[in-house]
């Protein structure tokens, strides 16, 4: 038997000829004394041809169109086909009506009772949906012959691609054609209903322009179902699939996001925004996750710009900025990252085509912040933007997101400036926007600008002090504070060099170097730079409302240790001023009480502490939603409930802020684990079993997150609640020690946040049998209940159990 | 359904010693996965009856995932990720026409070409079944092209993206493959010959 590599060598070489006598002769005098290789290669060569000329497997034939009845109508021509249903025009069988009407037969084989169940259940649903972008479903019902039909309205148009393309549609007029298209998703999201097969050939566009979505919910109702007839076997991932929908996990509103901004993407750019769609690989890739889209502005060609009635260069300018931001948001790996809602995307869109700023944040700045964050509990955010970091959460780190999101709206609108004025001209501008870049690229400009802003500014004081401002600020959201503190500080003396030192915009300056130093945890220099700029806010006024400013200054003043009453001073002073922002208004005065109460609470007030905090809940629960800023008051209606010793209360606020926090997932990014380890305290005070196990899980977390002293008390303080109740009593008497030293050492002046402490060391030590020590730690305890709680100091609960301890021994 | 823990063990320790080289732990692997794969498989077959499509996307998504998940091994090396994966889609189709020819109706005469290339093989059917056989025939011979073949018809990808995988000229694939569909269109219009 000759050798397949033989043979094939042979093969292709006779294949090159072509077929005939001489191909013959030429293989002959080829495998002389070689007969059975001549016999292979022949015979090979005899069926390739055979192959080649094999008739392929008839397409399966069109249905016929059914004769039966579905309800009212009868079928008139067929539509189109996919593997799961069949379309037809359709018009009433009794001749009533002319009008045409769309009928989807489901395919027999999807029958079944709890096909037919889910039927149902969905067609109710889908009946109640009557929007002017939707088609309206009719009827529907099961056939005499058994299958599954539904009956729409019948839409004349173009798939939405096609519609664009044929007209030659510029950019902003496809944005137009898309508003219509994400109102009905977003009409149909607050009925409860996904779409989950979103893509061009369901967006169809009718002559008067307006948009028709078909197919709502019937995707559901086909389950994970391709609406493709296999005509050969490959890997089918749906080209508009969102990742979850590819692993076959829940879907909600965040698949339509998704499929919408594969939708926006190729209506925008003309291309696939994940390489060729014909690739298995780069499908692969996609289904593999890590994939991040190809930026906007790199997908464009010539083709596409001349469908879209504008130049090149002109495409790629518009595609690279804002829309490429928004595009990107909606085609983030993970639905938590996308935006929230349809409305949401609607409303960004909305911005720039009214050249406002969009609320999505450029991801380069959301990566680099967020490694800051992670360190710092900062929250960072684009103005007023959705994504706001809790990474550890007491009643203080809503203050710092909140001003930090005036930051960074701030630093914003100025380096928006800065880039109009005399950045636009640094090809490294562009470059982040794109979208390609990362982190560095986008400090290289901040580094660029650093330099330039002297040099260039040198002769106009004001605005060279206000972009180091500007820019410094941005340093320190972007995870340099020290870089920020210097430019800040240089900004500051060019104002000082120029007269100004005493001025409106010292005053913002001195606000940004607040922020720089408390990023670096100098909170002692925090305050003093606050202190000025509360008082020149009181004589110039100030970018941020008096009240904002104070809040500020107040909350300095706990961070640094300040005493409590001196704090809570400055926190009623703010409340007095309000904010000057009307947005703010309304949810200002249950902040605040959030403030004063928590504070009322450490300083033994409990019943003002607790009506305070009740108001506040009471207010903010009113609101839509509720908004987030309520979890600093669930937090510290827990802390009430714990020390009056009611655990069950104390778990149940904690369990429902905790649900909060995971429901709403794109505002608040990072660790809700100091809400976890507050939890796991009641439940370990309360004896449940779970305590250890869940502060196991975020203990390291929120140990790396602790940075500012208060942080660290708390967490040393909860961690040996655990510990103790746990038995490890070594352990839990090293993390009570760790929280006294760091409250003696760094908050000699806030005594009140050591009573629970030396209250629970004692009773550790207590359990421990070591009564003399027991004893001399609950004296200390008291010492410093008596130094804080003034009137409230007799009926504290803490202070009864302390006196119980001191008195047993 | 919760994951077996074990299997899962498993297969991290497969892959990695499959990262380092070891050419069993792939065959392994492919056994260990399969299992876990055939029981999705099923699962995805009854919700398809009898219907003409096949549902590939679900169960290689699954493949991807399940390995892609796995934690701690990165998957460095593309050719055997998608080799592998070729494999096993070949695996799951076979036993899909086998599922399918023992639930297809009389008389129904729907039929699914395998790939417009290899239009004259019904993947409904029992030509699948002779498909394996014959590309089990054709790996003892030479295994190289059945990995070619797998990649091409059983995963879907070009002729360019089989050549960038294999690490071969596009030239050497169009080669491969116009010989080796020849001898399987060969071996499977005719009755096997006795010698091999």
Redesign the interface.
Known sequence: ?AR??EV?AV??EA?SLPPGDDRQLWLESRCQGDPSLLEEVA??LE??A??RN?????P?PPPAVPAAKFGAYRAVELLGRG??STVYRAERADGQFEQSVALKIM?A?LGGPEFLRRFEIERQLLATLNHNNITRLLDGGVSSAGDPYLITEYVEGEPLDRYADSRKLEVDARIGLFLQVLEAVDYAHRNLIVHRDLKPANILVNSEGTVKLLDFGTASLL????D???????????RYASPEQ???ERLNIATDIYSLGVVLYELLCGGWPFGDP????SE?NR???NVAPTPPATVLTEEAAKSRSVAFQHLRGLLNGDLSTILLKMLENEPARRYGSVRQVADDLERYREGRPILARPQTAWYAARKFVTRNWLAVSAASAAVLVLAGLTIFSLHEAAQAREQAARAQRVSEFAKNTFLSASSTWTSPLRGQSHAIQFNDILDNAAERVPRELANDPAAEADLLGTLGTTYAILGNPVKGEALIRQGLDVLRRSGAASSRKAGDLELGLCNACSFQGHYTQALAACREAMALAKVYGADLSLGSVINNTAFMAVKSGAPLDEAEKLFREASAHGPTDASQAKLFPALNNTRIGGLRLKQGDLTEGERLLREAERILRAEPGPPIEILPTLDSLAVGARIRGDYAEAMRWLEDALDLLNQRPTAYMGSSGTLEIELAANEALAGKPQALARFEKVSEQVRADSTAPTEQLRFHLLSGIVEANAGSQGAAEKHFRTALETSEKQLPRQPAERVEIYLRLAKLLGVSHREQAASDTALEGLRCAEASYGAFFAKHPFVVELRSIAHAH | MPPDVPVEREITRLLHRWKEGDREALASLASLAYEELHAIAIGYLRREVAGHTLQATGLVNELYLRLAQVRGVQLTNRRHFYTFAAQLMRMILIDHARQTRALKRPGSAARVPLHEEMAWIDASSDDMLALDVALDQLEALEERKVRVLELRFFLGCTNEETAQLLDVSRATIDRDLEFAKTWLYRRLSQPAPGGG
């Open positions: 038997m397949i590599d094939e093969f292709h294949r015979s090979m069926s390739n055979e192959m094999a008739a392929a497997i008839p399966i593997g799961t395919a084989h389950a994970q179902q391709s493709i007839t296999l005509t050969r076997v490959r890997m089918l991932t749906p590819l692993k076959g014909n690739s298995v690989l692969l289904v593999t996750g």
